[in-house]
């Protein structure tokens, strides 16, 4: 196998707070290759999106190391981009949906590139017609397929995902999870995939990982062994779909 | 909660900005009421008719149109300065708490001064000029905007500071791209109501100074006891400053018709 995207060595986030140093997260050790998919889960409160921002570069360790491709994250990395979970407060309000979408590539791009990458990833995310509507007139699933658009327009080589789908209905959350899992086919980008949905962290996981406690520390990292081709009615039904449901439940304290 | 872009009610809004028209007949009433009973001519409340005769007077010796020019033009002026300055300035303070603190005590000072009181300090050092009057009029109107600027700009949410973050933007575009669009509706309020303060000033400045402008033509009517034309001027300054903001307001719904009607300040 080669060399990992990102390698945490027992990374650890402390924050100072008014009631003095509060340990977020605790000795996390991961490792995410190229082209995987791994979904993090976990109860509320336990980190998932202090991970995550750590991962980004938004935060640095306070102990242990973070690196990509190697070196030691000092800011946020080339190639990584993140999708909030907060999609009204991390789009830019006053831009149309159009203008959000190029806000990542059009200091980069040639204006021609960057018109064909936007319409690209509207149509990818099914918001073409919403081009020239502003963000506050959109529904908060749609809202979120914008910031998504903005994400994948980047062409990034990680994309770090904070609880992506939560405003969707079931029909566009489930055509969203193939369109991710093609473009890792297509593209081989890495995902690192936090949601509180189990079964959509096994469908869509190569790998899961369980982030538990206080302060969050990685449970378990459960392999997914499916058909790589996954299917939205047949995957869900299989037997072994079924028992890796059952045992993330078990491992998250459901019962 | 989807919502089509309004194409007519915005035509609606713009229109919105304009005063009624019969909000005008209250006033019109008392200014005919005014001219039927005021017979003689006093010195104190002469009849609208003299304060007309009064300004055909002014405009007849060629010093009412360039009074009004050099007023307006100072008002004009001052209000785009005032407004660059204390969106700089606000920005820089609200963006970095430590240049908050270090230029805190001074803003406050700065504020506090009464702008009658630094017109003497203003003519030491500038003279008996344009500049002076300029720079007295922007010294005193950029405090709301600077000190909207400021805090809309501390209330910006964190995660759209971190989106910056994460698309590598520089100091100066994340100033650009996001902080000052993100805090539009507040600089404009700011604007909206440094305006009439703008207007005071240009008119209290040419007053104390009888640098050229409506100011000064209104301090020399008094002088020679043109009652009528005193009270001419004034109607043409409230008409000035009616007018500029129902500019201003047009203005304002026109660049506003981009942010969400939630965060726009009242
Ligand atoms: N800036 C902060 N200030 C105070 N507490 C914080 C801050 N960021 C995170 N926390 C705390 O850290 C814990 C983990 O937060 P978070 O990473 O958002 O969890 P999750 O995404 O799993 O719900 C929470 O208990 C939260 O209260
Ligand atoms: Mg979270």
């Known amino acids: 196998m080669s060399d990992p995207v990102f390698e945490c060595r027992s990374a650890s986030v402390t924050l100072s707070l008014s009631g003095g140093a509060r340990p977020i997260i605790s000795d996390i050790n991961l490792d995410i290759q190229q082209a995987e998919f791994l979904s993090i889960v976990g109860p509320s409160g336990t980190g998932k999106t202090t991970l995550l921002r750590m991962l980004g570069g938004l935060l640095h360790p306070t102990s242990g190391e973070v690196r990509v491709n190697g070196a030691i994250l000092t800011g946020p990395p080339e190639g990584v981009v993140i999708v909030f979970q907060d999609y009204a407060n991390a789009l830019l309000q006053w831009r149309t949906v159009a203008a959000n979408v190029a806000f990542g590539i059009e200091r980069k791009l040639p204006a021609k590139e960057c018109t064909d990458r936007v319409n690209a990833a509207l149509d990818l995310v099914g918001l073409s017609r919403r081009a020239e509507d502003y963000p506050w007139q959109l529904s908060g699933g749609m809202q979120q397929r914008v910031q998504i658009a903005r994400a994948l327009a980047l062409r990034p080589a990680v994309m770090l995902m904070d609880e992506p789908f939560a405003a969707l209905d079931a029909m566009t959350k489930a055509g969203l999870q193939d369109e991710l899992l093609r473009l890792r086919d297509q593209t081989r980008t890495s995902f690192v995939f936090i949601t509180h949905d189990i079964e959509e962290a096994v469908y869509l996981g190569d790998r899961v990982a369980v982030l538990k406690g206080s302060p969050g520390r990685i449970e378990d990292i459960v392999k997914i062994e499916l058909p790589s081709l996954r299917d939205q009615i047949s995957t869900r039904q299989m037997p072994e779909f079924l028992a890796y449901r059952y045992g993330l439940h078990k491992a998250i304290g459901h019962g | ?266």
């Open chain 2, 1 to 266: 909660m989807s919502q089509r872009l309004p194409k007519f009610p915005f035509l609606g809004r713009l229109l919105m900005q304009l005063p009624s028209p019969l909000g005008v007949l209250p006033l019109i009433a008392v200014l005919i009421v005014w001219q039927i009973l005021q017979k003689g001519n006093s010195p104190y409340f002469p009849p609208p008719s003299a304060w007309w005769s009064g300004i055909v007077q002014s405009a007849a010796t060629g010093k009412l149109l360039p009074a009004c020019l050099a007023s307006l033009q100072t008002i004009l002026v001052g209000m785009v300065l005032a407004t660059a300055a204390g969106v700089m300035l606000g920005v820089l303070i609200g963006l970095s708490r430590r240049t908050a603190r270090a230029l805190g005590p001074l803003l406050e000072f700065c504020r506090a001064m009464p702008p009658p009181a630094i017109v003497p300090l203003a003519i030491l050092f500038l003279g008996y000029d344009e500049r002076m009057k300029l720079t007295i009029v922007v010294i005193s109107a950029m405090w709301p905007i600077l000190l909207n600027t400021a805090s809309a700009i501390q209330r910006i949410h964190p995660i759209l500071l971190d989106v910056a973050t994460s698309f590598h933007l520089s100091f100066y575009e994340r100033i650009r791209f996001v902080a000052i669009p993100s805090v539009m509706p507040s600089i404009l309020l700011g604007v909206r109501i440094a305006l009439p303060l703008t207007i005071v000033l240009t008119l209290l400045v040419e007053i104390l100074t009888s640098i050229e402008g409506v100011g000064a033509l209104m301090i020399t009517a008094q002088r020679n006891f043109q009652s009528g034309q005193l009270y001419g001027l004034l109607v043409l300054v409230g008409l000035f400053g009616f007018f500029l903001n129902t500019v201003f307001s047009m203005i304002q719904a026109i660049i506003l018709r981009r942010w969400p009607p939630r965060s726009i300040p009242a």
